[in-house]
């Protein structure tokens, strides 16, 4: 029996077992197979307080663990197969293991959201990737492109531009979404071009990435147009699956929150990406688990039994 079960291990969920163990509650992080978030395919990050030189992305989460691990936190690192809210305590099945606590903070973060195109899976790891921190090396002089127009998209392009010799953002609009200051960042690269207007209709390739059919949407044509390699960064799609029928979701599968971090599960809350559409940053998904886990303290203090 935990006092507190923190299911995943990014930004918030790290920064949860770090407030909820400092608070001498017994605590449980279950932070998957491959733990830390995101952040651990990014390489400098530039905009999290206290590091003005910037620091590495998994350093940061490693830095993070062992400060949850310094207050006795405890860490299993497995997949959740199932939950099970509809009782006290909870009960978060690993496989054929089951645990149980009083209190459950969910922040199972984001997934990469794909094209839907047969070719995609085929060609990951092939010329296909979601992750430029991890795979730009491989594409060094070569000629890549990336698929999105948000922060996600122009991060990926810049971090491609310190390797390929020619990096395409194809996006389906005719501006983009990301931050003004990385816009202007990408428009000053000259290893980085833009179409405007276009959609990729299909990987080409059988072992290896060879080329794209890129569609205008505005005049429907369709051209076909080498490259090396396709990074997707068209976007996230929140880790809640296996909550459906017992949290309350919203019509794109983020967990509904009240009251700062509460869920419609009386015990149960929610921090980080899989509850936030908007911001989706680490300094504000460790926000998130600061203030699930606070949530949380006072539910046990009202529930000592």
């Not at 949290?247 to 899989?274: C, H, M, R, S």
């Not at 460790?286 to 203090?301: S, V």
Request: aromatic residues 8%; hydrophobic residues 40%; contains cysteine.
């Amino acid at each position: 029996m935990y006092d507190v079960i923190i299911i995943g291990s990014g930004p918030a969920g790290l920064t949860a077992a770090i407030y909820t163990s400092r608070a001498r509650l017994r605590t449980l992080v279950i932070g998957g197979i491959t733990w830390g978030g995101q952040l651990m395919l990014t390489s400098e990050v530039e905009n999290f307080p206290g590091f003005p030189d910037g620091i590495l992305g998994s350093d940061l989460m490693t830095r993070m663990r062992k400060q949850a691990e310094k207050f006795n936190a405890k860490f299993l690192f497995e997949d959740v197969t199932s939950a099970d809210f509809s009782s006290h305590p909870f009960r978060i099945n690993v496989h054929e293991k089951s645990f149980e606590a009083k209190a459950v903070i969910i922040a199972t973060g984001a997934l990469y959201k794909w094209l839907g195109l047969d070719a995609e899976r085929r060609l990951t790891g092939r010329g296909v990737s979601f992750c430029a921190t991890c795979d730009a090396p491989f594409f060094r002089d070569k000629k890549v492109i990336v698929v999105g127009g948000g922060d996600t998209a122009m991060d990926e392009a810049l971090t491609l531009a310190k390797y390929a010799k020619e990096v395409i953002i194809v996006h389906r609009r005719d501006k983009l979404r990301a931050s003004k200051i990385l816009q202007e960042r990408v428009f000053t690269d000259i290893k980085i071009k833009i179409m405007w207007n276009n959609l990729v209709e299909d990987i080409l390739g059988m072992d290896r990435v060879k080329g794209v059919k890129l569609k205008n949407v505005q005049t429907g044509k369709s051209i076909t147009f080498p490259c090396d390699g396709v990074f997707i960064a068209i976007g996230l799609k929140p880790n809640t699956e296996m909550f459906k029928g017992q949290l309350n979701l919203d019509e794109n599968g983020y967990i509904i929150v009240y009251e700062g971090t509460k869920t419609n599960v009386e015990g149960v809350f929610a921090a980080g990406d899989n509850q936030d559409a908007k911001y989706k940053q680490a300094i504000t998904s460790a926000g998130e688990g600061c203030k699930a886990a606070l949530d949380a303290e006072r539910y046990l203090q009202e529930h000592p039994s």
